[in-house]
């Protein structure tokens, strides 16, 4: 994560991964490492986007707020065509999937996006 300057998104970007990797040790666990596998890539068709995001914002060394639109607003598309570029790859090329691991870990750590940095905006006050 030391590419990203952006200390919230570098922090969101932690947690998303060990929570990834939290549920998908638990899972491997209680229900095996198939299921696991599944959690898993859930999780990381999060995590992995979010990271591109990251890095495109961080890379953005401009004071115009037209051009940090612009950055904003590429680094979002460039994250929706990855997500579902992977969610593809997940489902088409992984025969042992389980659906339910995949979109139970991928909301999951959507979700952890906005309590981290609800949480870190709580903590700076």
């Not at 990203?4 to 095996?32: D, E, M, R, Y």
């Not at 593809?88 to 309590?115: C, D, G, P, Q, R």
Request: proline share 2%; charged share 15%.
């Amino acid at each position: 994560m030391f590419w990203i300057t952006n200390k919230p998104l570098s922090i969101v970007l932690k947690v998303q991964f060990v929570v990834t990797f939290i549920i998908a040790s638990g899972i491997w666990v209680v229900l095996g490492r198939y299921v696991a596998m599944s959690a898993l890539m859930g999780g990381l068709i999060c995590a992995v986007p979010s990271y591109l995001f990251a890095l495109m914002v961080s890379r953005h060394r401009g004071y115009v707020a037209g051009d940090a639109i612009r950055v904003v607003l590429r680094a979002e598309a460039i994250k929706i065509i990855t997500t579902l570029l992977l969610f593809w790859a997940v489902f088409k090329f992984y025969e042992n999937v389980n659906a339910i691991a995949v979109m139970v870990t991928f909301m999951l750590v959507v979700l952890t996006h906005s309590f981290v940095l609800l949480i870190s905006e709580e903590i700076k006050k």
